[in-house]
Each structure stands twice: as structure tokens, then as C-alpha cells.
């Protein structure tokens, strides 16, 4: 996670949350992705599948829906373009009611 959100620190509102040993990615409050099992895997939003040439899909736990495998984590410059380019398809983040 820390190597991740080193690549990612050229974003402002980075942020991320703990959940059962995992890491969910917010960017600017909207969920682009997560680490699963030491993998950065991404929404397959419209943006990402184009900005992605050569998309594989990946589950990122037994039972979820299909996610984005980024596997060029090392450049740093293409994360911050890929997490841009989602930015605008990614849904808003639900309301909890109280």
C-alpha cells in the first residue's frame, strides 16, 4: 500500500481505507480501486478500459464482481493519468443514512 500511494502522490485527496486486510483507493471521495492479495485492480469503468490497452480482469476476492489488473505499477506518471481519466466515470459515493 505504501509503495501505491508513493506512485499516487503527485494526486491531491488521495485516501484509503482498511477492510479485512485489503485496501480500498479513494480519489477525490470516489472509489477507484483496491489492493487484493498484494494486486492493484481497478473499477472497469469505460475510461480505464480505453486508457488500459491491454485490460485483463482479475476477481479481486471469491464472489465480487470482476475488477481491472494494473500491471504497470512501477511507472508512476501512467497511475496518475489512469486515476484522472476515471475520475469522471467513477459513480459518487452513496449517502449513509442514519
Same mark, same amino acid.
Given at each position: ?17 482498511? %477492510? %479485512? ?64 481519466? %476515471? ?12
Amino acid at each position: 500500500m505504501n509503495f501505491i500511494l508513493e506512485q499516487l502522490s503527485d494526486l491531491t485527496d488521495i485516501t484509503y481505507k482498511s %477492510m %479485512m486486510g485489503e485496501f480500498l483507493i479513494y480519489y477525490r471521495d470516489k472509489l477507484v480501486g483496491g489492493i487484493y492479495d498484494d494486486r492493484l485492480l481497478v473499477k472497469p469503468v469505460k475510461s480505464a478500459l480505453s486508457y488500459m490497452s491491454q485490460a485483463q480482469y482479475s476477481l479481486p476476492y471469491e464472489g465480487a464482481k470482476e475488477m481491472l489488473l494494473v500491471d504497470d505499477v512501477d511507472d508512476k506518471l501512467y497511475l496518475t493519468k489512469l486515476f484522472k481519466a %476515471m475520475y469522471d466515470d467513477l459513480p459518487l459515493p452513496k449517502i449513509k443514512k442514519r
